[in-house]
């Protein structure tokens, strides 16, 4: 796969992510509020804590499934809010090759 084809697919599904959740003008539909609301509380990222186990001792194990499932949340925030510039500039430069 070409880099001008990759950026072309993350571009489709940043589109089809902002389709789902975001309405006309770019801001969040009342749906897509209420699904990243319950995305935050389920995948932790409110919590700035690190688990423990009942002896108080840091559990590393869900601590790692905890920033994964964090990231999870982050990579919907940011198909929703990230800028498509430069893979844009990555198809247009391929284009006019």
Known sequence: MT???AAN???EVMRCYRGLF???KGTLKP???VVLRDLERVTGCTVHSLPTDNDGA???YRAVANLQQQRTY???KKMLYGKM???KRVTETN???
């Open 3 to 5: 880099p001008a084809e």
């Open 9 to 11: 697919i993350k571009m």
């Open 22 to 24: 975001l309405d006309d």
């Open 31 to 33: 749906e897509g509020e």
């Open 58 to 60: 840091v559990d590393p």
């Open 74 to 76: 982050v990579h919907v």
């Open 85 to 87: 510039t430069e893979l």
């Open 95 to 97: 284009q006019r090759k």
